[in-house]
């Protein structure tokens, strides 16, 4: 709960603007949040693949209930996560403009290949977070595109 809450207000801090620091720009505020992002799904996708693993080593039991592999469909979503966090943190090392795109474009593809869960209704809240996490790149991705034609 206390690691959650951290995050959020982290993240709150990085995209509020400051008056008083000049430094502090909205552009900034996107690349740290892209960033913090990157991060997560690195980590979340660590996570999905943990439970993944372990529903797949039950999977025989799973199918027997719902007739579905649900194992198969956490470890899509985890490796989506996984390479859009590592395209994520080598796009704000490289500053790589198509990266950032590729990261939003698999993270939405993750999410969308995990729609039909089955009986792993943990999964519902990972795609969630893919979803949302899709949407912050293809906005940064978009505001960096606006922001280079002008």
């Known amino acids: 709960m206390g690691l959650g809450k951290a995050i959020i207000t982290s993240t709150l801090?990085?995209?509020?603007?400051s008056k008083t620091n000049?430094?502090?720009s909205p552009v900034l505020a996107w690349k740290k949040t892209r960033m913090t992002i990157s991060i997560l799904s690195l980590v979340?996708?660590?996570y999905v693949y943990q439970q993944a693993d372990q529903v797949t080593t039950l999977g025989r039991l799973a199918a027997a209930f719902s007739g579905k592999e649900v194992g198969s469909t956490g470890m899509l979503l985890s490796l989506c996560l996984l390479v859009a966090g590592g395209m994520g943190i080598f796009t704000h090392i490289k500053q790589w403009k198509p990266g950032i795109l590729i990261s939003g474009i698999l993270c939405s593809l993750g999410a969308l290949?995990?729609?039909d869960v089955g009986i792993y209704q943990d999964l519902y809240v990972w795609n969630t977070l893919a979803?949302?996490?899709s949407a912050v790149f293809l906005?940064?991705?978009f505001r960096k595109s606006k922001d280079a034609s002008a």
């Open 13 to 17: 801090d990085i995209m509020s603007t």
């Open 22 to 24: 000049e430094t502090h």
């Open 44 to 46: 979340l996708g660590l």
């Open 113 to 115: 290949l995990s729609l």
């Open 131 to 133: 979803f949302i996490f």
């Open 139 to 141: 906005i940064g991705f």
